[in-house]
């Protein structure tokens, strides 16, 4: 699972506004935005967080730790 801090920064790295990660990942802004300000896991269903996990690593984003630890992202290689 990803966390909320890890949405926000790999929408950082990319530079994306919320608007483009809607569009890329297919989820409403408002839900990604409500998303973005829990803590840890947001609340979502599971085919929410894929969603955006894999538009993010269709932009070149890698996911790395767990919640529990060292949660981050980086650019794939």
């Known amino acids: 699972m990803i ?3 890890q949405i926000r920064a790999a929408r950082s790295m990319l530079r994306w506004t919320g608007k483009e990660l809607a ?4 989820i409403g802004f408002s839900t990604l935005m409500r998303l ?3 803590s840890g896991v947001p609340k979502a269903q599971a085919k929410t967080l894929e969603a955006i996990r894999k538009a993010f690593e ?3 984003i890698e996911f790395i730790g767990t919640p529990d630890n060292g949660a981050g992202v980086k650019w794939r290689n």
């Open 3 to 5: 966390t909320s801090d």
């Open 36 to 38: 973005e300000t829990e």
């Open 23 to 26: 569009e890329e990942s297919g």
């Open 58 to 60: 269709k932009a070149g």
